[in-house]
Structure formats: C-alpha cells, structure tokens
C-alpha cells in the first residue's frame, strides 16, 4: 500500500532563507507526487506534480521538488521565503493505474519570521 | 473560470442530527471527490465520482454517511445522524479526468462543528 511521510509537523524559517520542506513516500513503482498548498479558511491549490518526465519539477510562486528515487523522497524547496509563503503544505502521492487514489501526508506549516 | 463552490461554509449542529454539504464543481470537470480533513490530519477520501457514478466510496462509512451526483454535475453529502467524531472540514474537490496525474481543484470546505 502506498503511504507518505512528511517529516516536522511545523517549519519555521526567516524571510528571506531557504524554505525546505520533506516528504518520502513508499509505493511498489514510482508514483505521481503531488504537493499542494492550503492557506487559511481555504481548499487546497496545487503547488506542483511529478509524472515520470524531469526529476526537477518547477512549481509556482518559486517553489521546485527534487523527485529522488533511490531515497523515495520528494523535497519542496524554495531558496527565498516571503512572508506571503505561510501556509500549510501538503505531500500527495496517486499511484499510476489502478485506482488513482491520492494519499495525502499529515501536513507541514510553514511559519515565515520577519 | 468560476472555481469549485460549496456550501455551506460552516455548520454547527447537535449529535444525531442530519446535515447535508453541496458541492458545485468546476464546470465540465467529469470527477468529483468528497475528503474529510481532520484538524492537522491531511485530506482522507470518502467518495469519488466519474459522472453520475460512485466508482470508490471504500473509505464512506455507510452507516451514516451517504452520497449523491445525480445528474453528473453538482453532488450532495449527508450524514445522518451525526456523531461527535463526525466534527471536521469536509472539501469538495473535482479534476477533468480520472488519471492519478489530473490536478484536483478543490473548493474552501465546509467547517461542521457537532457538539
């Protein structure tokens, strides 16, 4: 069965530094991986998705990913936060056939420090 | 382009009583989700439509939760009766198709407080 793991529940960093927030997932063959992003009072907004085409995913807003198959890891990262980046982040995973079904990880919030 | 709409936005009810959530989708959007967010959970699936038809409702407690799309277009959840546990975001999500690859456009939620 497939799962994810986002590791640190909160994440708080300056303005200004590099935002790195993790995810790993476990699947039988390489999944999609998805991460999007939940403000306040608000439905999810996809942020970016890994089909199997480059490993670097570009996103908006500045964001990128790093799909790492032999860590089964799916990092999002931005080299500058602002403070408009606070908000809840969320890792997805949906497997390639079959279902579809996205799993999503537990959420990490990103605390943006001026 | 008008975005996924719900409503209401919150309810607060009392246990054993009957609510309903409606979810109008993005228009032309075959596939419509119902999740279930739990306070600093991440969004868990409860139903998916393609069209008119509930084609994963595995994770749907059907004792007391059901489900409709009648004619492929907007979709109702209800519960009935409600339980203490039941208290969560419920999000209405839809995408163009079904492939695990389709970005999900989800709608703000609906806050139900059941006390």
């Known amino acids: 069965a497939q799962s994810v793991t986002q590791l640190g529940s909160h994440v708080s960093v300056s303005e200004g530094a590099l935002v790195l927030l993790r995810c790993n997932y476990s699947s039988s063959v390489p999944p999609y991986l998805f991460w999007y992003v939940q403000y306040p009072n608000q439905g999810l907004q996809l942020l970016l998705k890994y089909t199997s085409a480059a490993t670097l995913v570009k996103g908006i807003n500045g964001f990128e990913a790093e799909f790492k198959k032999s860590e089964t890891s799916f990092h999002l990262t931005k080299p500058s936060a602002h403070m408009s980046d606070a908000a809840e982040y969320f890792c997805a995973v949906s497997e390639t056939s079959g279902t579809y079904k996205y799993i999503f990880g537990t959420g990490t919030r990103l605390k943006v420090l001026a | 382009e008008a975005g996924v709409v719900q409503s209401p936005r919150y309810k607060i009810i009392e246990k054993k009583q009957p609510v309903a959530f409606w979810c109008n989708p993005i228009s032309g959007h075959n596939t419509l989700y119902w999740y279930r967010q739990n306070l600093g959970q991440g969004p868990e699936l409860l139903i998916r439509?393609?069209?008119?038809?509930?084609?994963?409702d595995s994770q749907l407690p059907k004792d007391r939760f059901s489900a409709e799309r009648l004619k492929g277009v907007d979709s109702t959840l209800k519960i009935q009766p409600a339980e203490l546990g039941d208290s969560a975001v419920y999000l209405c999500?839809?995408?163009?198709?079904?492939?695990?690859?389709?970005?999900?456009?989800f709608g703000p939620g609906t806050r139900l407080t059941v006390l």
């Open positions: 999500a839809s995408s163009l198709g079904l492939a695990g690859f389709d970005e999900q456009f």
């Open positions: 439509y393609e069209n008119e038809e509930a084609v994963d």
